[in-house]
C-alpha cells in the first residue's frame, strides 16, 4: 500500500477555507485531517462542527478526525453525521476505550486511537485488533507548529511489531512535527500515514509540498 499524506487544516488560512481545501483536494494528499480542540483536553481550542460541516462540504478525499476532547463518546454520532470517515479518539481521555470503538465502529466510521507523547506503545495490547488507525503524537497535543519528539522513532518500531504480532492491518498516522527531516525515517521504522501541518501550510508552494512529501515517502 503507498504511504499517505494527511495536511492537517489547524494550519490552513481560515479566512481562505474554501480555497485551501480545493489546493487538498487538487493536490496528491491523501486524507484531510481535521484537528478538534475542546480548552480542557488540551490548553487550546481549534474549531469545532459548524466549521467541520463547512469542509465537508468541500472536501473530496477521506476526513480524518482527530478529537481531542473529553467524554468523545458524547459527539460519535454528530461527528458521523459531519462527514468523518474516520474518528480517532484519545486514549488518555477515555474511561471504556473498547466500548467507545465499537460505537465509532457502529456509527459506520473507522475507528482510531490516539496517544500522547508520555503514553507507552503496551496499553494498545488488547485493543490493536480493533483499530483501523492508531495516532502517534510527535508533539504534545494542542497546538501546531511545535518541534518533533525523537522519541517517536522508537514508539513507531514498537508499534510495528505489536500491529505484526498481533495480526492486526492497523495503519500508523504521525502528528506533529513531520517535515522533510524526518518524513524518511518514520517511514522507515514503519509509519503509513503522515499528518503535516505547519510544513504544507506556511510553505511557499503547499502544492508541491505535498507532492514532494507524497514522493519522499513512497
Ligand atoms: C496537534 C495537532 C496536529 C497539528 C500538526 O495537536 O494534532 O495535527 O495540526 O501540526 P504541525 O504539522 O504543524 O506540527
Ligand atoms: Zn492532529
Not at 514508539?155 to 524518511?184: C, R, W
Not at 514503519?190 to 505547519?198: I, N, P, T, W
Request: glycine share 6%; charged share 20%; proline share 4%.
Amino acid at each position: 500500500m503507498s504511504k499517505l499524506v494527511a495536511p492537517s487544516i489547524l494550519a490552513a488560512d481560515f479566512a481562505n477555507l474554501q480555497r485551501d481545501i480545493e489546493m487538498v483536494n487538487s493536490s496528491e494528499a491523501d486524507w484531510f485531517h481535521i484537528d478538534i480542540m475542546d480548552g480542557v483536553f488540551v490548553p487550546n481550542i481549534s474549531f469545532g462542527m459548524p466549521v467541520l460541516k463547512a469542509i465537508s462540504k468541500h472536501a473530496k478525499k477521506t476526513i480524518d478526525v482527530h478529537l481531542m476532547i473529553v467524554d468523545p463518546d458524547r459527539y460519535i454520532q454528530t461527528f458521523a453525521d459531519l462527514g468523518a470517515d474516520i474518528l480517532t479518539v484519545h486514549y488518555e481521555a477515555c474511561t471504556h476505550l473498547h466500548r467507545t470503538i465499537q460505537a465509532i465502529k457502529a456509527s459506520g466510521m473507522k475507528a482510531g486511537v490516539a496517544i500522547n507523547p508520555h503514553t507507552p506503545i503496551a496499553v494498545l495490547e488488547d485493543i490493536i485488533s480493533d483499530l483501523d488507525v492508531v495516532c502517534i503524537m510527535s508533539v504534545n497535543p494542542g497546538f501546531g507548529g511545535q518541534s518533533f519528539i525523537e522519541n517517536t522513532y522508537k514508539k513507531v518500531q514498537q508499534l510495528k511489531n505489536l500491529i505484526t504480532f498481533s495480526k492486526a492491518d492497523t495503519l500508523i498516522e504521525i502528528d506533529g512535527g513531520v517535515t522533510n527531516k524526518n518524513a524518511n525515517e518514520l517511514i522507515e521504522v514503519g509509519a503509513d500515514v503522515l499528518v503535516a501541518g505547519s510544513y504544507v501550510f506556511k510553505s511557499d508552494n503547499p502544492t508541491s509540498t505535498i507532492a514532494d512529501l507524497k514522493s519522499m515517502i513512497n
